[in-house]
């Protein structure tokens, strides 16, 4: 369109173009500017709303204060009321703040601050700091007719800097640090003692760090968990002072459009036009009305009351899942309150419990394993639509199935042999077996009892409780016997059998002694019916120098081994078996 050569009806339409660009960007930039004049407005509502809330908990402590048939509970309602008034006066103290940089901005960029209320008329109403000192002034941007220009809002939040601001931006800064610690300082420090004379506790107390620097929320939410653990915070007030404090902070440095260490104030207030710089300005102030608000309903509930609904009852009675006979335990019965059309959330193992009625979750789980540990949140919202989410946990001992079939007269113990016990109680989530003449070692699910030299031992089972109590369940006394002897086998065959064709000799128990013992051949003599001469004999289990004298052996003549053996329990015994050619 600059270019040359252009004739005269190209430059025209090139100029059309121009003015048309023109007019498109200023259009562009007015939805834009009315867009902010929207967006001021709700909050400007949003506001109100935020500071009835506030109110209402205010009002219902100045109602039980005036209240003297439970004097200790007026007394208390009254040391609340002086807490919060201390809070109002801090939270006017930067609404008056905020609502005067919303007045400088808008006389340096030359509008009617003086007319209030009137047709066209910038201001619907002033502060009033007698009749209502938390309550914003509220404002018409529709009527401000330097909606876009962005020096003088600059000027006066951020200077030449911004990374740096100063003057009243810095000041703001400041003040809502101090505002964000004083607050949470205070709902810690707000416990009371009961009794007759209700007063303050010293006890509890939060020392607020200065966070202004996190890579996240969640990093956010650790900085401040570290502080309240090196605070004393009491147990109930940790989730809402955690609140408070995040709503209340910003991140003071951050980089903008490539620009490293831009302050929050430079990003929020540079190049803003004069409206979106105030709407900036009321989301602050709603912050600190909400954070008012939160503070307040955490400081009513030291007075009784609650901010949940309940409209429904019902009976419940909670004790152990495991009992033994003889045992005591604690019934613990109560009467549960509900909203049934405000039914909780709860979790388990993290994941969201879907068959929840009657205010309670109804869970369905699989035995698994000797203990199950479940652990979750349960949640529920109050009447302000806050949610509160407190954690829980449960552990169930998983018992086996198991009975018992005794046989008196088989109560025996083997010296010298790994005796195998399965001892199991039910009831308990542990066992114990305790010997007496007898010593027990626990190998995997089952223990190896070894009797000492005595003609007698006895085992006793007990059961462990999870407070460590030992209780004592049975007592058997077993016979300790030395082991049986064994049989002599070559190959297969053992006494009255073929001769067998195989070479190998040892001792072993037959079916008819369920031992699980081993033998060690020491060593064997053979000897064959009517045979003269020197009888062949061995150490170890093969029988090879023996069977050129068997070959020789006539059909159903006597072949009789006799062995030495030794047993687990290291007594030699001589055994024999005499087979038939």
Known sequence: MAGGKETPRQKMIGMMYLVLTALLALNVSKSILDAFVSIEENIQKANLTELFQGNERRSQLIEIASDQTNPAKAKKAELMKKVIDGIDKKTAEQIVFIDNLKLEILEACGEDIATV???????????????????????????????????????????????????????????????????????????????????????????????????????????????????????????????????????????????????????????????????????????????????????????????????????????????????????????????????????????????????????????????????????????????????????????????SIELPEMNVLYRGYKNRVIATVSGFPETILTPTGATVQRNGGEYIVNPGSGRTATLAISGKTSDGRVVQLKRVQYKVSRLPKPSLYIGASTDGDRMPPSDLIQGKYDERIPLNASFRLVSWQCSIQGAQGRMPSGSGTSIASARNLIRAARTNQLITFTARVQGPDGIIQTISSTFRK
Do not use: C
């Open 117 to 403: 209320n009137g047709e066209e008329s910038i201001l619907v109403e002033r502060y009033d700091g007698k009749k209502a000192p938390l309550k914003p002034i509220r404002m018409n941007l529709s009527n401000v007719n330097a909606k876009d220009k962005y020096d003088e809002p600059m000027h006066i939040m951020i200077g030449d800097d911004i990374k740096r601001p100063k003057g009243n931006g810095i000041k703001l800064w400041n003040s809502i640090l101090e505002y964000r610690k004083e607050l949470t300082e205070t709902v810690a420090s707000s416990q009371m003692l009961g009794g007759d004379k209700p007063k303050m506790s010293q006890n509890y107390f939060f020392k607020a760090p200065s966070i202004n620097k996190f890579d996240s929320q969640k990093d956010l939410d650790s900085q401040l968990k570290k502080s309240i653990a090196s605070s004393k915070v009491h147990p109930s007030d940790v989730s809402m002072i955690m609140e408070i404090y995040k709503s209340l902070t910003k991140e003071e440095y951050s980089t903008v459009n490539d620009v490293e260490g831009v302050h929050w104030i430079g990003k929020t207030f540079d190049h803003a036009p004069s409206v979106a710089a105030i709407a900036s300005l009321s989301s602050l102030q709603k912050d600190i009305l909400s954070a008012r608000a939160k503070a307040i309903a955490q400081i009513r509930k030291r007075v009784g009351g609650t901010d949940y609904s309940f409209n429904k009852i019902f009976a419940l009675a909670t004790g152990p899942e495991i009992v033994n006979q003889g045992d005591e335990f604690d019934l613990k019965v109560m009467m549960v309150a509900y909203d049934s059309d405000n039914q909780p959330e709860v979790s388990l193992n993290g994941d969201l419990v879907d068959n929840v009625y009657d205010g309670q979750a109804n869970i369905k789980l699989t035995a698994q394993g000797t203990s199950m540990e479940l652990k979750g949140t349960v949640t529920v919202q109050n009447k302000a639509g806050m949610k509160k989410t407190l954690p829980w946990e449960k552990t169930v001992q998983v018992m086996k199935p198991s009975g």
